[in-house]
């Protein structure tokens, strides 16, 4: 752990747990607490980038802006020291990854820190869940579940980007991410979906999550 981590955390206890201290005593420690802070710390912007992503993007894919101005925060800085981060596409993901369908940065900065350690900032591009359709695939969409041997029928729950999303298998409680490719779009009645719950519950043996009454597909 960095050491002016340490000095952050002991600075801390002195001023709001072990004693009461004087408006003075406060301002000399935070001033201590700063020459600490930036004596053993480094942060150094490098460059500005139009676009930064982790992975391949979608040319069919209509992206939207989720988020402005991410990153770029001591906090942004000090989660970056704590994880480690040392290469542009780990710190892309952990950022991205924070913002609910987000996938790349646009307007990005990056940073270098402590000689060694990697941060980013910037506007965050994606996938706005509400008006989402990625390959033909929206959310409450039925569809049929095919890997190897595996066949199963569920509704799409969440797209996450333009690779995955988690689906809920009618019968199940929770959802599983899968690759677009292993879904065929499907729609079913209740009375199909009530019948496949029952089939899934005596092949298991056990009772299974009735989830039928889910939004129908588009």
């Known amino acids: 752990m960095p050491f002016y981590y340490l000095a952050t955390i002991f600075i801390q206890r002195i001023i709001f747990v072990q004693i009461k201290p004087t408006s003075k005593m406060k301002k000399s420690l935070i001033a201590v607490f700063a020459f600490l802070f930036f ?20 040319n069919s894919v209509k992206y939207e802006l989720i988020a402005t101005n991410v990153g770029g925060t001591y906090k942004e800085f ?93 019968g199940e409680e929770k959802s599983i991410e899968v690759r677009y490719e292993y879904l065929t779009k499907s729609k079913f009645t209740p009375s199909e979906i009530k019948d496949y719950i029952e089939l899934r519950a005596k092949e298991k043996g056990k009772k299974t999550f009735n989830n039928m009454f889910m939004s129908t597909p588009n």
């Open 39 to 58: 004596s053993c710390s480094s942060i150094k912007p490098i460059g500005d980038v139009e676009i930064l992503s982790y992975q391949k993007l979608d």
């Open 78 to 170: 000090n989660d970056t020291r704590m994880q480690g981060i040392k290469t542009i596409p780990d710190a892309v993901k952990r950022l991205v990854d924070n913002v609910p369908g987000g996938i790349f940065l646009r307007n990005a900065k990056i940073y270098i820190l402590d000689n060694s350690l990697v941060s980013v900032q910037g506007d965050v591009w994606g996938i706005k869940s509400e008006n989402a359709n990625i390959k033909g695939f929206a959310v409450g969409n039925h569809v049929i579940y095919q890997k190897g041997s595996k066949i199963s029928k569920a509704q799409v729950m969440t797209l996450k980007d333009a690779t995955t999303c988690f689906i809920q298998e009618f």
